[in-house]
């Protein structure tokens, strides 16, 4: 008797998950708010099915884009938008937050960084954060608060920035970009290593611009929960609305390489940003430290130091890529922070005007 009780119960509770799997699979499928977005399947059904872990989920979003256009619906409740025309209405202070979770998502990519506890934190820079107390908030800081510190000065501040010289270095470095290079070391010549004047080299700042737009060093999801309706019109013409709570996201990686704001996209050609007037797509489409509330706080400081160093190096070195350096060792990976697949680069380096093999100095980045 007690045991066809169990039977029974068990047989009632498989057959209520298997309603529930059901129930769910169709309301997303057919009756969601987002079942008209296009998208892969599976990702109707399956959370997180755009995979974090792989280290190339900004490549797959790019290609999805390219199959289903401006809107995929990559969650049951999440849609993953490429028009850079809606990155600043998104990222407005009234249209969404940042949602909670967003640096425990950070934690699983960076768990060297940011795997702190009360107990531990003292091992890690982000102690201070947790035992001290902000004279603003008047207490001290809860543990997500402390990891949004640690975040600014271990992995926002020095990451970012030194990706962005590195891919700068290595596209200069290209035989193809030889003539890139040369212009350049002119420009510099011409002028004090002083950042207020290097603020003002059109040719530097329309190389770092470039950089940044190939080689976004937040690469990955930014993502953010929609406090009101947005309005989307699908290529078919169809209208949807995605409702609050919704979450969407762009990419730097995705809208940076849009064929409409940035001709053949995956050319490194600094001369495209010479060519516009501030208010062009090319200008509203860029967006490497983010807008609104939560755009970057460092990003003053970021823009001195890559003006100052790819200033002063190309001023007083020659760079020529290293036979040892392929193409897939420069893949970007999207750990949300880009990281380079080989995880070094090598160059060989001259002073101007020496390019005999005997004066040339390897040297391996980082
Ligand atoms: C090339 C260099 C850099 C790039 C491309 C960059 C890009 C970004 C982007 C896109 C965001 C927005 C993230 C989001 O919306 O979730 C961000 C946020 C942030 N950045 Fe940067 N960043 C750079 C350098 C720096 C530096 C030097 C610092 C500090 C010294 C810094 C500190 C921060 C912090 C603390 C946030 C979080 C802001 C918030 O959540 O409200 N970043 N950065």
């Given at each position: 008797?007690?045991?066809?009780?169990?039977?029974?119960?068990?047989?009632?509770?498989?057959t209520?998950?298997?309603?529930?799997?059901?129930?769910?699979?169709?309301y997303?499928?057919?009756?969601?708010?987002?079942?008209?977005?296009?998208?892969?399947?599976w990702?109707?059904?399956?959370?997180?099915y755009?995979?974090?872990?792989?280290?190339?989920?900004?490549?797959?979003?790019?290609?999805?884009?390219?199959?289903?256009?401006?809107?995929?619906?990559?969650?049951?409740?999440?849609?993953?938008?490429?028009?850079?025309?809606?990155?600043?209405?998104?990222?407005?202070?009234?249209?969404s937050?940042?949602?909670?979770?967003?640096?425990?998502?950070?934690?699983?990519?960076?768990?060297?960084?940011?795997?702190l506890?009360?107990?531990?934190?003292?091992?890690?820079l982000?102690?201070?954060?947790?035992?001290?107390?902000?004279?603003?908030?008047?207490?001290?800081?809860?543990?997500?608060?402390?990891?949004?510190?640690?975040?600014?000065?271990?992995?926002?501040?020095?990451?970012?920035?030194?990706?962005?010289?590195?891919?700068?270095?290595?596209?200069?470095?290209?035989?193809?970009?030889?003539?890139?290079?040369?212009?350049?070391?002119?420009e510099?010549?011409?002028?004090?290593?002083?950042?207020?004047?290097?603020?003002?080299?059109?040719?530097?700042?329309?190389?770092?611009?470039?950089?940044?737009?190939?080689?976004?060093?937040?690469?990955?999801?930014?993502?953010?929960?929609?406090?009101?309706?947005?309005?989307?019109?699908?290529?078919?013409?169809?209208?949807?609305?995605?409702?609050?709570g919704?979450?969407?996201?762009?990419?730097?990686?995705?809208?940076?390489?849009?064929?409409l704001?940035?001709?053949?996209?995956?050319?490194?050609?600094?001369?495209?940003?010479?060519?516009?007037?501030?208010?062009?797509?090319?200008?509203?489409?860029?967006?490497?430290?983010?807008t609104?509330s939560?755009?970057?706080?460092?990003?003053?400081?970021?823009?001195?130091?890559?003006?100052?160093?790819?200033?002063?190096?190309?001023?007083?070195?020659?760079?020529q890529?290293?036979?040892?350096?392929?193409?897939?060792?420069m893949?970007?990976?999207?750990?949300?922070?880009?990281?380079?697949?080989?995880?070094?680069?090598?160059?060989?380096?001259?002073?101007?005007?020496?390019?005999?093999a005997?004066?040339?100095?390897?040297?391996?980045?980082?």
């Amino acid at each position: 008797m007690a045991n066809e009780l169990v039977i029974y119960t068990c047989l009632a509770l498989a057959t209520i998950a298997c309603v529930r799997l059901v129930y769910t699979y169709a309301y997303n499928v057919y009756l969601h708010p987002l079942r008209e977005v296009p998208g892969p399947f599976w990702a109707k059904v399956i959370t997180n099915y755009i995979s974090h872990g792989s280290g190339c989920r900004a490549q797959n979003l790019l290609r999805l884009h390219k199959a289903f256009g401006y809107y995929v619906r990559i969650g049951p409740n999440e849609v993953s938008i490429a028009d850079p025309d809606l990155y600043r209405t998104i990222y407005s202070q009234t249209t969404s937050i940042k949602p909670d979770t967003f640096y425990q998502a950070a934690k699983m990519n960076h768990e060297h960084i940011f795997s702190l506890s009360i107990e531990n934190a003292n091992n890690y820079l982000a102690g201070p954060f947790v035992y001290g107390k902000d004279n603003y908030l008047g207490r001290g800081l809860t543990n997500d608060e402390a990891l949004e510190e640690a975040m600014g000065l271990a992995f926002a501040g020095s990451g970012t920035t030194a990706t962005t010289i590195l891919y700068i270095i290595y596209q200069l470095s290209h035989s193809e970009n030889r003539g890139i290079q040369l212009k350049l070391r002119q420009e510099l010549q011409r002028a004090p290593l002083r950042l207020i004047e290097l603020r003002n080299l059109v040719y530097l700042n329309a190389i770092i611009n470039e950089g940044m737009r190939l080689h976004p060093a937040i690469v990955g999801s930014l993502p953010r929960t929609l406090l009101e309706s947005l309005e989307i019109t699908l290529g078919t013409g169809l209208r949807v609305i995605l409702p609050p709570g919704t979450t969407v996201c762009m990419q730097n990686y995705v809208h940076q390489q849009d064929a409409l704001a940035y001709p053949d996209p995956d050319e490194f050609r600094p001369e495209r940003w010479l060519e516009q007037p501030s208010s062009s797509k090319a200008s509203q489409a860029f967006t490497p430290f983010s807008t609104g509330s939560r755009n970057c706080i460092g990003q003053s400081l970021a823009k001195a130091e890559i003006l100052l160093a790819v200033g002063c190096i190309f001023r007083q070195l020659d760079f020529q890529l290293s036979g040892e350096t392929t193409p897939g060792d420069m893949e970007m990976l999207d750990l949300f922070a880009a990281d380079i697949s080989g995880k070094k680069l090598v160059v060989e380096v001259t002073k101007p005007g020496i390019e005999t093999a005997s004066g040339n100095a390897k040297v391996e980045f980082p």
